[in-house]
């Protein structure tokens, strides 16, 4: 890929027209094809079978839930939130740390602007909310540059 000069590169990447490898502190195969798509409930996208939808503010939408039309009398409060978590088990603990795991692998992956396409860790493109074209672009870079 050619050195872009910084603005001209800054403003590719804010319109999502730059196609950027990741760094990668382990090697993945040019065949495998994880993709996650991340972004959050105010962008929204469609994400094809089989990508990972990463939502940066679930975590916030779940606290919500537990926090909901609760009353003013704090001791009363901190009871119906532990009904709340307790009611929700297992399934509410799994959405909680999947939650923050997309978070933290988006981080990881210095992910800047939503939304995002990541395929393998390595190709993002940002911006676009059409995850197959975006997609294809990857492809597209990927073949041309192999």
Do not use: C, F
């Not at 027209?17 to 495998?32: C, G, Q």
């Not at 901190?78 to 933290?104: M, N, S």
């Amino acid at each position: 890929m050619p050195l872009l000069p910084y603005a001209r590169y800054s403003q590719l990447l804010l319109r999502g027209l730059l196609v950027l490898p990741l760094a990668l502190a382990v090697a993945i195969p040019a065949r495998a094809a994880e993709v996650w798509v991340i972004t959050d409930s105010q962008h929204p996208v469609q994400t094809p079978p089989g990508a990972t939808l990463i939502e940066l503010d679930q975590t916030a939408r779940i606290e919500a839930e537990l926090t909901a039309q609760l009353p003013s009398e704090p001791g009363r409060a901190a009871a119906i939130v532990q009904q709340r978590i307790k009611e929700g088990g297992t399934d509410l603990q799994r959405r909680i740390a999947r939650a923050y795991q997309g978070i933290t692998d988006a981080w990881s992956l210095s992910v800047t602007t939503i939304p995002a396409v990541v395929v393998d860790r390595r190709y993002v493109v940002y911006g676009d909310t059409d995850v197959e074209r975006a997609l294809a672009r990857i492809e597209a870079y990927r073949r041309a540059n192999p």
